[in-house]
């Protein structure tokens, strides 16, 4: 699976929270609102949630493995760092 888009919308800094991105897939399927965040250790991303009855956030979506999850971060946060 390739990332043939991502499209990044820089927000007011409210927190942590720096923007969102929309990442396209082999140009079929996209992932909206996966959080651009700044943390103590540099930019992360988060990806979109809900909150469970517990009052739990669990994933919606998210990689299922390790080096894909890397892969995408890395391209996101490539993709923030560009409009800077």
Known sequence: MEIT??????VEKEGNLLGYASVTFDDVF???NIRVMSG?????IMMPNRKVKSG???D???PINTDFRRKME???LEAYDSLE
């Open 74 to 76: 890395s391209s996101i």
């Open 5 to 10: 888009d991502i499209r990044i919308k820089k």
């Open 56 to 58: 739990e956030f669990k």
């Open 30 to 32: 996209v992932v909206h």
């Open 40 to 44: 103590r250790n540099g930019n992360y």
């Open 60 to 62: 919606i979506a998210h």
